[in-house]
Protein backbone atom coordinates (compact mmCIF):
# COMPACT_ATOMS: atom_id res chain seq x y z
CA UNK A 1 0.00 0.00 0.00
CA UNK A 2 2.79 2.64 0.95
CA UNK A 3 4.46 2.00 -2.36
CA UNK A 4 3.99 4.57 -4.84
CA UNK A 5 2.71 7.60 -3.68
CA UNK A 6 4.51 9.68 -6.33
CA UNK A 7 2.00 9.67 -9.51
CA UNK A 8 -1.87 9.84 -9.31
CA UNK A 9 -3.11 8.82 -12.69
CA UNK A 10 -5.90 10.89 -12.31
CA UNK A 11 -3.99 14.20 -12.20
CA UNK A 12 -1.44 13.96 -14.43
CA UNK A 13 -0.10 17.51 -16.50
CA UNK A 14 -2.41 16.58 -19.45
CA UNK A 15 -5.44 15.61 -17.37
CA UNK A 16 -5.80 18.70 -15.68
CA UNK A 17 -4.79 21.14 -18.56
CA UNK A 18 -7.22 19.13 -20.59
CA UNK A 19 -9.95 19.88 -17.64
CA UNK A 20 -9.30 23.52 -17.57
CA UNK A 21 -9.59 24.33 -20.88
CA UNK A 22 -12.78 22.73 -21.16
CA UNK A 23 -13.85 24.67 -18.55
CA UNK A 24 -12.91 27.42 -20.23
CA UNK A 25 -14.60 26.71 -23.15
CA UNK A 26 -18.08 25.55 -20.91
CA UNK A 27 -17.80 29.38 -19.49
CA UNK A 28 -17.15 31.22 -23.04
CA UNK A 29 -20.14 29.61 -24.39
CA UNK A 30 -22.82 32.59 -24.36
CA UNK A 31 -25.87 32.25 -22.50
CA UNK A 32 -28.86 31.36 -23.43
CA UNK A 33 -29.34 34.60 -25.26
CA UNK A 34 -32.65 33.70 -26.82
CA UNK A 35 -34.74 32.02 -24.30
CA UNK A 36 -37.81 33.87 -25.67
CA UNK A 37 -36.98 32.13 -28.93
CA UNK A 38 -38.31 28.81 -26.90
CA UNK A 39 -41.02 30.98 -24.85
CA UNK A 40 -42.21 31.59 -28.60
CA UNK A 41 -42.57 28.30 -29.32
CA UNK A 42 -44.06 27.35 -26.10
CA UNK A 43 -46.40 30.23 -27.31
CA UNK A 44 -47.65 28.82 -30.68
CA UNK A 45 -47.66 25.32 -29.58
CA UNK A 46 -50.27 26.76 -26.93
CA UNK A 47 -52.48 28.26 -29.39
CA UNK A 48 -51.92 25.30 -32.58
CA UNK A 49 -50.77 22.54 -30.89
CA UNK A 50 -47.74 20.32 -31.61
CA UNK A 51 -48.54 20.71 -35.63
CA UNK A 52 -46.14 20.60 -38.43
CA UNK A 53 -45.79 24.47 -39.42
CA UNK A 54 -44.84 25.46 -43.20
CA UNK A 55 -43.10 28.10 -44.74
CA UNK A 56 -45.28 30.27 -47.23
CA UNK A 57 -48.06 31.95 -47.96
CA UNK A 58 -47.92 34.43 -45.12
CA UNK A 59 -47.18 37.63 -46.02
CA UNK A 60 -45.62 40.52 -43.77
CA UNK A 61 -45.23 44.20 -44.39
CA UNK A 62 -43.30 46.05 -41.75
CA UNK A 63 -40.97 48.56 -41.20
CA UNK A 64 -37.54 47.54 -41.91
CA UNK A 65 -35.96 49.92 -39.63
CA UNK A 66 -38.72 50.79 -36.89
CA UNK A 67 -37.49 54.27 -34.68
CA UNK A 68 -40.19 53.93 -32.04
CA UNK A 69 -40.85 50.16 -30.77
CA UNK A 70 -43.69 51.24 -29.38
CA UNK A 71 -45.67 51.35 -32.20
CA UNK A 72 -44.73 49.50 -35.11
CA UNK A 73 -47.24 49.13 -37.91
CA UNK A 74 -47.89 45.26 -38.87
CA UNK A 75 -49.56 44.40 -42.34
CA UNK A 76 -50.55 40.12 -43.10
CA UNK A 77 -51.58 39.39 -46.05
CA UNK A 78 -52.25 35.07 -46.72
CA UNK A 79 -52.35 34.00 -49.99
CA UNK A 80 -55.79 32.24 -49.69
CA UNK A 81 -58.56 32.57 -51.98
CA UNK A 82 -60.85 33.02 -49.12
CA UNK A 83 -63.85 30.81 -50.57
CA UNK A 84 -66.16 29.02 -48.47
CA UNK A 85 -63.98 25.52 -48.83
CA UNK A 86 -60.56 27.01 -48.44
CA UNK A 87 -60.19 30.32 -46.35
CA UNK A 88 -58.38 31.13 -43.38
CA UNK A 89 -59.32 30.46 -40.03
CA UNK A 90 -56.95 32.15 -37.83
CA UNK A 91 -53.48 34.50 -38.33
CA UNK A 92 -51.36 34.87 -35.17
CA UNK A 93 -48.45 37.56 -34.38
CA UNK A 94 -45.93 35.99 -32.33
CA UNK A 95 -42.36 37.81 -31.06
CA UNK A 96 -39.13 36.35 -30.47
CA UNK A 97 -38.37 39.02 -28.08
CA UNK A 98 -41.05 40.87 -26.13
CA UNK A 99 -41.81 39.22 -22.88
CA UNK A 100 -45.19 38.12 -24.03
CA UNK A 101 -44.46 36.29 -27.22
CA UNK A 102 -48.24 35.97 -28.31
CA UNK A 103 -49.34 39.98 -29.65
CA UNK A 104 -52.47 39.37 -31.03
CA UNK A 105 -54.36 36.87 -32.92
CA UNK A 106 -57.57 36.85 -35.49
CA UNK A 107 -60.14 35.52 -36.29
CA UNK A 108 -61.31 35.31 -39.64
CA UNK A 109 -63.67 33.42 -42.46
CA UNK A 110 -65.09 32.66 -46.04
CA UNK A 111 -66.99 36.22 -45.12
CA UNK A 112 -63.58 38.17 -44.83
CA UNK A 113 -63.53 38.16 -48.83
CA UNK A 114 -59.55 38.79 -48.18
CA UNK A 115 -56.85 37.68 -45.92
CA UNK A 116 -55.36 40.92 -45.26
CA UNK A 117 -54.95 42.54 -41.74
CA UNK A 118 -53.28 45.26 -40.28
CA UNK A 119 -52.36 46.36 -36.64
CA UNK A 120 -49.55 48.27 -34.71
CA UNK A 121 -47.51 46.33 -32.45
CA UNK A 122 -45.00 46.93 -29.75
CA UNK A 123 -41.64 45.58 -30.26
CA UNK A 124 -39.55 44.86 -27.18
CA UNK A 125 -35.80 45.28 -29.60
CA UNK A 126 -34.72 44.28 -33.00
CA UNK A 127 -36.11 40.75 -33.67
CA UNK A 128 -37.60 38.47 -36.83
CA UNK A 129 -41.68 38.81 -36.27
CA UNK A 130 -42.98 35.37 -36.68
CA UNK A 131 -47.04 35.15 -37.77
CA UNK A 132 -48.53 31.91 -38.66
CA UNK A 133 -51.54 31.53 -40.00
CA UNK A 134 -54.39 28.56 -39.60
CA UNK A 135 -56.17 27.31 -43.05
CA UNK A 136 -59.46 26.24 -42.73
CA UNK A 137 -58.17 22.28 -43.79
CA UNK A 138 -56.12 22.85 -40.36
CA UNK A 139 -52.51 23.42 -41.99
CA UNK A 140 -50.10 25.98 -40.79
CA UNK A 141 -48.43 28.72 -42.79
CA UNK A 142 -45.61 30.87 -41.53
CA UNK A 143 -44.09 33.61 -42.59
CA UNK A 144 -41.36 36.47 -40.74
CA UNK A 145 -39.96 39.95 -41.31
CA UNK A 146 -36.94 41.45 -39.66
CA UNK A 147 -37.34 44.35 -38.00
CA UNK A 148 -34.57 46.91 -36.50
CA UNK A 149 -35.75 48.49 -33.75
CA UNK A 150 -33.93 52.24 -32.94
CA UNK A 151 -36.32 52.55 -29.66
CA UNK A 152 -37.53 49.29 -28.02
CA UNK A 153 -40.59 49.37 -25.77
CA UNK A 154 -40.11 47.96 -22.29
CA UNK A 155 -36.35 48.43 -22.04
CA UNK A 156 -36.09 52.66 -21.32
CA UNK A 157 -38.68 52.69 -18.31
CA UNK B 1 -63.74 57.63 -21.47
CA UNK B 2 -62.55 55.54 -24.73
CA UNK B 3 -62.51 57.31 -28.06
CA UNK B 4 -63.23 55.38 -31.14
CA UNK B 5 -62.76 56.10 -34.44
CA UNK B 6 -64.30 53.66 -37.63
CA UNK B 7 -63.89 53.52 -41.33
CA UNK B 8 -66.86 51.99 -43.16
CA UNK B 9 -67.74 52.67 -46.15
CA UNK B 10 -71.41 53.84 -46.80
CA UNK B 11 -72.51 52.53 -50.00
CA UNK B 12 -71.31 49.48 -51.37
CA UNK B 13 -72.04 47.08 -54.10
CA UNK B 14 -73.23 43.61 -53.02
CA UNK B 15 -70.14 41.34 -53.03
CA UNK B 16 -67.63 44.08 -52.75
CA UNK B 17 -64.38 43.21 -50.78
CA UNK B 18 -64.69 46.00 -48.76
CA UNK B 19 -62.08 47.27 -46.05
CA UNK B 20 -63.36 48.24 -42.37
CA UNK B 21 -60.81 49.88 -40.20
CA UNK B 22 -61.19 50.83 -36.11
CA UNK B 23 -59.29 52.21 -33.38
CA UNK B 24 -59.85 52.78 -29.89
CA UNK B 25 -58.09 55.45 -27.74
CA UNK B 26 -56.72 53.19 -24.95
CA UNK B 27 -53.60 53.35 -23.06
CA UNK B 28 -52.78 49.49 -23.44
CA UNK B 29 -50.56 49.39 -20.27
CA UNK B 30 -48.57 46.95 -20.54
CA UNK B 31 -47.66 45.83 -17.02
CA UNK B 32 -44.04 45.91 -17.57
CA UNK B 33 -43.70 49.85 -17.35
CA UNK B 34 -42.57 51.28 -13.66
CA UNK B 35 -43.89 54.98 -12.14
CA UNK B 36 -41.15 57.58 -11.10
CA UNK B 37 -41.40 55.49 -7.76
CA UNK B 38 -40.29 52.53 -8.98
CA UNK B 39 -43.48 50.71 -8.62
CA UNK B 40 -44.88 48.74 -11.19
CA UNK B 41 -47.50 49.84 -13.15
CA UNK B 42 -50.37 47.19 -13.17
CA UNK B 43 -51.53 45.96 -16.87
CA UNK B 44 -54.59 47.52 -17.91
CA UNK B 45 -55.22 45.88 -21.31
CA UNK B 46 -58.34 45.39 -23.94
CA UNK B 47 -58.17 42.06 -24.77
CA UNK B 48 -60.69 41.27 -27.45
CA UNK B 49 -62.56 43.00 -30.25
CA UNK B 50 -65.33 41.50 -32.24
CA UNK B 51 -67.21 42.92 -35.27
CA UNK B 52 -70.59 42.01 -36.52
CA UNK B 53 -72.21 42.50 -39.81
CA UNK B 54 -76.15 42.38 -39.01
CA UNK B 55 -75.63 40.20 -35.42
CA UNK B 56 -73.06 37.84 -37.87
CA UNK B 57 -70.07 37.54 -36.03
CA UNK B 58 -66.89 38.10 -39.24
CA UNK B 59 -63.75 38.95 -37.46
CA UNK B 60 -62.63 38.50 -33.65
CA UNK B 61 -59.15 39.51 -32.21
CA UNK B 62 -57.59 38.87 -29.14
CA UNK B 63 -54.89 41.35 -28.09
CA UNK B 64 -52.06 40.80 -25.47
CA UNK B 65 -49.61 43.61 -23.96
CA UNK B 66 -47.86 43.74 -27.21
CA UNK B 67 -50.42 45.79 -28.89
CA UNK B 68 -49.89 49.16 -29.20
CA UNK B 69 -51.21 51.71 -27.87
CA UNK B 70 -54.85 52.66 -29.23
CA UNK B 71 -55.28 49.15 -30.90
CA UNK B 72 -55.94 50.35 -34.58
CA UNK B 73 -57.35 47.16 -37.09
CA UNK B 74 -57.77 46.70 -40.30
CA UNK B 75 -59.74 44.15 -42.04
CA UNK B 76 -61.93 43.21 -44.64
CA UNK B 77 -65.17 41.72 -45.29
CA UNK B 78 -68.11 41.20 -48.26
CA UNK B 79 -70.93 43.30 -48.49
CA UNK B 80 -73.74 41.22 -48.52
CA UNK B 81 -76.63 43.55 -47.58
CA UNK B 82 -77.80 46.79 -46.28
CA UNK B 83 -77.15 46.87 -42.44
CA UNK B 84 -75.06 47.61 -39.42
CA UNK B 85 -71.57 46.58 -38.87
CA UNK B 86 -71.12 46.94 -35.09
CA UNK B 87 -67.13 46.95 -33.60
CA UNK B 88 -67.19 45.54 -29.54
CA UNK B 89 -63.94 45.89 -27.75
CA UNK B 90 -64.05 44.12 -23.96
CA UNK B 91 -61.15 44.98 -21.52
CA UNK B 92 -59.37 42.43 -19.17
CA UNK B 93 -62.02 42.87 -16.59
CA UNK B 94 -64.87 43.14 -18.57
CA UNK B 95 -65.57 46.50 -19.74
CA UNK B 96 -67.29 46.57 -23.07
CA UNK B 97 -66.90 49.64 -25.62
CA UNK B 98 -69.03 49.37 -29.19
CA UNK B 99 -69.62 51.61 -31.62
CA UNK B 100 -71.25 50.88 -34.94
CA UNK B 101 -71.46 52.19 -38.63
CA UNK B 102 -74.78 51.66 -41.56
CA UNK B 103 -73.66 50.44 -45.02
CA UNK B 104 -76.24 50.56 -47.72
CA UNK B 105 -75.65 47.72 -50.18
CA UNK B 106 -76.53 48.04 -53.76
Partial sequence: MIGKPDKHPDFSRRGVLGLGAGLVSVALLPLPAFAAEDDMRAAQVKLFGDRPINVGRVNLKVPPIAENGYSVPVSINVDSPMTSGDYVKRIAIFSPRNPVSHIADFELGPRSGKAEVSTRVRLGGSQILNVIAEMSDGSLWSGTAEITVTLAACIIM | ?106
Fill in chain 2, 1 to 106: MASIRLSVPSKAASGDVIELKALIQYPMESGYRRGSRGEAIARDIITKFECTYDGEVIFKASFGPGVAANPFLSFHTVATKTGTITFKWTHQHGEVWSDSAEIIVT
